[in-house]
């Protein structure tokens, strides 16, 4: 077992370049399943919800080959074997494993998915849609048991917006008999990406992007190439690394338009943000202005974001609010800022940060993925050395982390923990 550590308060300076999207890539890759040939996708980033979802189509009995530059699934010889249990309980997004599953052999049998802990992440919505479409869906000791005698077109309206209900139904419904409309659907950039995938599959999909995406069904699927989209959540980590401690910093392989929210808020807190067509420059500036910040459905500001920015906000002066709309519980990160230094509290749904605060190095321990992050931002600004543990989270998101910050000047390595430390870690 590994641990982060950083000395703080290196100026960073050059370029990173963002890895493809990872709320593309596992719908991206359970998406494949669907097709009768080979699919390969361009630029999936390396972390380890990639590799789990790729082991599990090893498991049933696809073939999963990962490249840095591209990724080969073949699905010819994929079979419909249960998977109630085991890796499927480390990601979020194994639940598309259901909406593929059910599309192409009409039954699948899934445990509930793992993921970040946030606070209630029900998927009520998720079933709703595959019911819809004349799936009989039941829970059994916590694995979901999906069987149709054949999926039927059907108009859905979510009562929630969610990502993840809009990407499962579009898996179930592209080779369904007839018209799904999918009324209320949320437009993540994602969302498009993988519209974009299943159309060069032969899927016939219009909508997606907006609110209401109707989707025909067709007999079969075939493989394609297709090239990921870059993650926007990783540009937006690398622009706030940037804001708070980038001499000039230039964040590559991005798209401006997907980052329009946090462009917006930082630059109202005084940072400088210039963006071009696949680029994006950021520098800190030595008095930054407190903002207050709501995480909306895209294209608001993003929740995923909300917890490394709330980092940046220790070094704002005044009173800063960030309320979280879409998680009840994203604030794990809080506890362990204020043993960095940073005055910071949680009321409610919404975290107040008082700056400018000279954070200082600590233990801390990320406990979910976008926590890990807002501990390395921290890491960077703090005053001595950061040690930080839970990196098997970091990794479920984030590409070559150390590398790209120790390419931009930043002090940072893992190192391996001794037994004393896992231990310690175990019991607390
Ligand atoms: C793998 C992936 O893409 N993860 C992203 C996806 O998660 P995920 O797809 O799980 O998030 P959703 O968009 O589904 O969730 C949004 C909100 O709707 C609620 N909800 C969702 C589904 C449902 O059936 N019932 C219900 O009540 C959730 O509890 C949450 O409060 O979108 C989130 C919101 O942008 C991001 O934080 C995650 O990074
Ligand atoms: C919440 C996240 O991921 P997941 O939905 O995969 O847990 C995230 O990427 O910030």
Not at 205 to 226: F, M, N, W, Y
Not at 278 to 299: G, N, S, W
Request: with cysteine; net charge neutral.
């Amino acid at each position: 077992m590994e641990k982060l550590k950083i000395v703080g308060g290196d100026l960073l300076q050059g370029s990173v370049r963002i890895s493809g999207a990872k709320n593309s890539a596992v719908a991206l890759i359970p998406a494949a399943i669907l097709a009768n040939s080979p699919v390969v996708i361009e630029g999936l980033p390396n972390i380890s919800d990639v590799h789990v979802l790729g082991q599990l189509i090893e498991e049933i009995g696809g073939a999963f080959h990962f490249d840095e530059n591209e990724v080969v699934i073949d699905p010819s010889h994929i079979v419909s074997m249960p998977l109630p249990n085991g890796k499927v309980k480390k990601l979020r997004a194994s639940y598309y494993l259901m909406g593929a599953m059910l599309g192409r052999f009409k039954k699948a049998v899934i445990g509930l998915p793992g993921g970040c802990h946030l606070g209630p992440r029900p998927i009520d919505q998720h079933i709703k849609g595959f019911e819809a479409l004349g799936a009989k869906v039941t829970n059994e000791q916590g694995a979901i048991y999906l069987r149709a005698e054949e999926l039927r077109g059907a108009r859905i309206y979510l009562d929630v917006v969610s990502v993840g209900a809009t990407i499962n139904i579009m898996l179930a419904a592209v080779l369904a008999k007839g018209r799904t409309i999918i009324e209320n659907a949320a437009k993540e950039p994602e969302i498009i990406d993988v519209a974009t995938l299943l159309t060069n599959m032969g899927a016939r999909i219009k909508g997606a992007g907006t609110d209401v995406i109707r989707i025909d069904g067709v007999e079969q699927l075939h493989g394609c190439r297709h090239s990921i989209i870059p993650d926007r959540i990783e540009a937006g980590t690398y622009m706030i690394i940037g804001a708070a401690m980038g001499k000039e910093m230039i964040i590559d392989n991005v798209i401006p338009q997907h980052l329009e929210a946090v462009i917006a808020k930082m630059r109202e807190m005084g940072v400088v943000v210039e963006t071009s067509d696949d680029q994006i420059f950021v520098a800190t500036k030595e008095h930054l202005r407190a903002v207050d910040i709501k995480t909306l459905v895209y294209p608001g500001f993003p929740t995923d974001l909300q917890q490394p920015f709330t980092s940046l906000l220790t070094k704002a002066s005044g009173t800063s609010i960030v309320t979280d709309t879409i998680y009840s519980a994203r604030f794990k990160h809080i506890d362990e800022l204020r043993r960095m230094n940073a005055n910071v509290k949680v009321e409610g749904r919404s975290a107040i940060i008082t700056g400018p605060s000279r954070l200082q190095g600590a233990k801390v321990r990320a406990t979910d993925l976008r926590a890990g992050a807002a501990l390395v931002v921290a890491g960077l600004m703090a005053e001595g050395i950061t040690e930080i543990t839970g990196l098997e989270h970091i990794d479920r998101g984030y590409s070559n982390l150390v590398d790209k910050l120790a390419n931009l000047g930043a002090t940072i390595w893992r190192e391996q923990m001794t037994e004393q430390e896992i231990e310690q870690l175990k019991n607390t």
